[in-house]
């Protein structure tokens, strides 16, 4: 988001009800921020006079007209409006004919021209994992709003054949026939509806080894305990990839499913990012890069799935100890990028610093601490006592997560310390010069690691469970 709004700034948004808990601005900020774009992206929520009750189509019109008196330049639309909205937009992308919603209003003119960019989101998110939808066969579970839009990008994407997999076949039924009639000339059929006890009939008619998509469409997976529409290994065993749109949580029922089976997949957090990107292009008509994308997704994977903990500190500070017992209490993963490195690797710390001197180890370093700013969440990351001496890793360690700094004296690091063999900075040839090399290194780096830090924690005469509470009641207060 920018730093000041001014009367040129553009207001971009999104309407719905209720719309308290939305992603969007995740998304279209971090956009915004990005590209030093001079814009911001706000929520609205539309409601009628009852606070807790929807708009009628007046209120709606009254929304949609007002918006473009006060300049505002674009609009994501959310439920219950996707409808709504359609009769007071002064012309609708032709894809909206076809399926009777819109979720991006674009300024021009003559008023908001209507756009959905649902379809083509889950589209670009298969393309960019390399999936190919033109002349592949789809298995789609749940017969719901989810499973429609799924069926209208299959089928304009050039899917051959559908099978529409539900518990009642009759809404099964009733969606294939509609989607059919809407999508397929001559009476043309491609989507085929089954009852979940009739799979045995797609699993007579699919080939192991085909290109055969399956979308998981049902809401299955959002509460702890749900399980699979159809709990057929033989049936799942099928499938080329599989994509749930469910996209929190990470993991589903359906995503360990294919895992199980080897089958590469994804949940629905790229369609999400994906249909706000191409929003964001056409409100202000331009192309991203993979780069801004890229950081929009991590941004919003960390918003969605929670944000990591960086732990920074000189050698014995306690960062291993303290972090694993931290991820423990507080229900995250823990990474030691030391750790990390010398698995990656397949070689010791002393080895790599044997066979490529310091200078090979940073470089190392570097690029396993950009590996996990892009890949981590929910994580407690403890990093070796140098990575913070590069300004590129300070850069990169404060946009991993929430930096905190264990500090521990020079006479309590060399308690802690003396007698490790596994780390080779520390060689030296006595106690004294030891505690002579551990105070000039401490020196040199207090102030790299005080520059990265987002909190100092003072280690000495404290327990793990104390150092455990102090960090735990900052990285909440974060939050």
Not at 26 to 40: G, Q, R, S
Not at 111 to 136: C, F, H, I
Not at 217 to 224: I, Q, Y
């Amino acid at each position: 988001m920018i730093q000041n709004i001014n009367g040129k700034t553009k207001v971009i948004g999104i309407i719905g009800h209720p719309i308290e808990h939305t992603l969007s601005p995740v998304i279209h900020n971090t956009i915004n921020k990005e590209t030093e774009c001079d814009a911001v992206y706000v929520p609205f929520h539309v409601y009628g006079e009852d606070e807790s009750a929807p708009a009628d189509t007046t209120d709606v019109e009254r929304v949609v007209r007002g918006a473009y008196k006060l300049n505002i330049q674009g609009f994501n639309v959310t439920v219950p409006y996707k409808s709504d909205v359609i009769p007071y937009l002064s012309d609708i992308d032709p894809l909206v004919e076809k399926i009777g919603a819109v979720n991006t209003l674009v300024r021009t003119n003559a008023g908001y021209k209507g756009y959905n960019t649902d379809m083509p989101g889950l589209y670009t998110a298969l393309q960019k994992r390399g999936v190919t939808v033109e002349g592949s066969t789809a298995v789609v579970l749940g017969a719901g709003g989810a499973a429609r839009a799924v069926l209208a990008m299959l089928i304009n994407y050039g899917t051959e054949k559908i099978y529409l997999v539900n518990r009642s076949y009759g809404k099964a039924e009733a969606l294939a026939d509609e989607m059919n009639g809407i999508f397929t000339a001559d009476n043309e059929k491609k989507i085929y509806p089954v009852s979940v006890d009739a799979v045995a009939e797609i699993k007579q008619s699919l080939k192991k080894g085909d290109n055969n998509l399956f979308f998981q469409c049902t809401s299955l997976g959002l509460k702890a305990g749900d399980g699979l529409l159809v709990d057929d290994d033989e049936l799942y065993s099928l499938a080329a990839y599989g994509f749930d749109l469910v996209y929190n949580p990470a993991e589903t029922p359906f995503t360990k499913k294919m895992d199980e089976l080897g089958i590469a997949n994804d949940n629905g957090l790229m369609m999400l990012l994906y249909q706000g990107i191409i929003a964001y292009e056409l409100w202000m008509d331009t192309k991203l890069s993979d780069a801004v994308i890229n950081r929009a997704r991590i941004n919003l994977c960390r918003a969605i799935y929670g944000d990591n903990i960086v732990l920074t500190g000189y050698m014995g500070a306690g960062k291993s100890t303290v972090g694993k017992s931290l991820a423990e209490t507080l229900g995250m993963d823990f990474i030691d990028t030391d750790e990390y490195i010398v698995e990656k690797e397949n070689m010791t710390i002393p080895e790599i610093f044997a066979e490529k001197g310091e200078s090979g180890f940073r470089d190392i370093e570097t690029e396993a601490v950009r590996y996990l700013r892009e890949n981590c969440y929910n994580t407690v990351i403890s990093t070796g006592g140098g990575a913070v001496l590069r300004d590129e890793n300070a850069m990169l360690l404060k946009e991993t997560g929430k930096v905190f700094y264990l500090y521990a004296t020079p006479e309590e690091t060399f308690n802690r310390v003396k007698g490790d063999t596994g780390r080779p900075l520390l060689d030296s040839e006595s106690e004294e010069k030891l505690k002579e090399k551990i105070v000039k290194m401490l020196e040199v780096r207090y102030h790299a690691y005080m520059r990265t830090a987002d909190h100092r924690i003072d280690t000495d005469g404290r327990t793990v469970d104390e150092l455990v509470d102090i960090i735990t009641h900052e990285a909440v207060n974060a939050r």
